[in-house]
């Protein structure tokens, strides 16, 4: 893909970006996790820099090399991510959680690794719920303007899904994935339809995860109040 040196439409602007899939450890060898595989997140932290942005990237569990001239923060659970995206926020003009959180972290930790017993059933893992971060990101907008951008992947009536989520999580954009078929995880190429909360529909054809990247900052530079000055 052919593009020029982009334009510093992000300049003098602080984003903050989550990527990865937080862990969720039950004891010192043992986690739940997901297959996110950060791409699209370091593909967003990538395209924001070129274009002037300060980043900070928060990242869960990717083993990705820090993309030169972004601030990272490793972190990896959700009450981790949730810290450092709520600290990066409170000076950020956009907040964009592409990180597949994890829902549920086991209601206890086991300071030992877990051992099975000879004629035992397994125990069963009581879970709890994880904060909601994009909800509250844009519940409790650090600064007037803040633009906030959500992901979902969805399967059945995606853009229905797709607009209650939307709703339900207050955000300002949520980039809708379909899950199936060449949509899979660690997949290099993505195709989406960006919802806006004001009515609008961005369709982001099947193509690099910079160009969905490109597409998501277009439409978040278009709703940033402008710059002080
Ligand atoms: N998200 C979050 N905190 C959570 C769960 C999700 O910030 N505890 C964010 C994700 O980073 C993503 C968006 O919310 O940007 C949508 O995630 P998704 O898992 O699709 O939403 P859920 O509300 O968890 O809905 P579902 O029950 O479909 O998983
Ligand atoms: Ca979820």
């Known amino acids: 893909l052919a593009r020029g040196v982009p334009e510093p439409d992000l300049a003098g602007r ?9 862990r969720e450890p039950l004891d010192p060898v043992r986690y739940l996790g997901n297959r996110s595989s950060g791409k699209q997140g370091y593909a967003l932290a990538r395209t924001a820099a070129a274009r002037g942005a300060r980043v900070t990237l928060v990242e869960a569990s990717t083993g990705m090399t820090d993309p030169a001239g972004v601030d990272v923060v490793h972190v990896g659970t959700a009450v981790q991510l949730r810290e450092a995206v709520l600290k990066a926020a409170a000076d950020a003009d956009a907040v964009v959680m592409a990180a597949a959180v994890a829902d549920f972290r086991p209601l206890s930790y086991a300071s030992g690794k877990i051992k099975k ?6 125990a069963p893992v009581a879970l709890v719920r994880n904060p909601d971060i994009l909800a509250e990101v844009a519940a409790d907008r650090a600064r007037p303007g803040q633009v906030v951008v959500g992901f979902a992947a969805e399967t059945d009536d995606v853009l229905a899904n797709g607009r209650d989520k939307l709703r339900r999580k207050g955000c300002d954009l949520l980039v809708v994935n379909e899950v ?5 995880f660690g997949a290099e190429e993505n195709e989406a339809v960006v919802l806006a909360a004001d009515g609008g529909e961005t369709p982001v054809p099947y193509g690099p995860k910079e160009a969905l990247a490109d597409t998501v ?9 402008a710059p002080p000055r």
Request: proline content about 7%; hydrophobic content about 30%; aromatic content about 4%.
């Open 117 to 122: 017993k000879d004629g035992e059933e397994p």
């Open 217 to 225: 900052w277009d439409l978040v530079a278009h709703r940033l109040p």
């Open 180 to 184: 199936g078929e060449r949509k899979t």
């Open 14 to 22: 602080h984003v903050v970006i989550s990527a990865g899939g937080t």
